[in-house]
């Protein structure tokens, strides 16, 4: 295989940053649920945990539940209520998942590229 392809050197780069000891240890279905909360916080939007929830279909509600509880154990997440209605609950970014991406932007940005595909 190529190895001058970038998408494949962002997924070894990103895979080599999910090691490093300032990071916790992310499993696939908590790392998919943490990028596609980001998506959400990129747009500047507030995510409803419920909306959280609909993220990957194909893992069961109970799955994605608990990952989300261990995104919260691991500090890459908090969860807050709505300050209208308690029952309301938003999934935000922490500082350390704000400086994991912060870290694979840096990262991913000053690799050479290579504009031969």
């Known amino acids: 295989m190529k190895k001058n392809l970038p998408y494949l050197r962002f997924l070894n780069l990103a895979r080599a940053?999910?090691?490093m000891p300032k990071f916790p240890a992310l499993d696939a279905v908590e790392s998919g649920l943490l990028n596609a909360c980001s998506i959400a916080w990129y747009q500047d939007r507030k995510l409803a945990t419920?909306?959280?929830?609909e993220?990957?279909?194909e893992i069961s509600q109970r799955?994605?539940?608990s990952r989300l509880k261990i995104l919260a154990d691991k500090g890459m997440i908090k969860v807050e209520?709505?300050?209208y209605d308690a029952?309301?609950?938003y999934v935000v970014p922490t500082a350390l998942a704000l400086?994991?991406?912060e870290t694979v932007?840096?990262?991913?940005?000053?690799?050479?590229?290579?504009?031969?595909v």
């Open 81 to 83: 209520s709505d300050e």
């Open 17 to 19: 940053l999910e090691e």
């Open 87 to 89: 029952r309301v609950k």
């Open 99 to 101: 400086k994991y991406y």
């Open 50 to 53: 419920m909306e959280a929830l």
């Open 55 to 57: 993220a990957m279909p």
């Open 105 to 116: 932007s840096y990262t991913h940005l000053t690799l050479p590229t290579n504009r031969e």
């Open 63 to 65: 799955t994605k539940h």
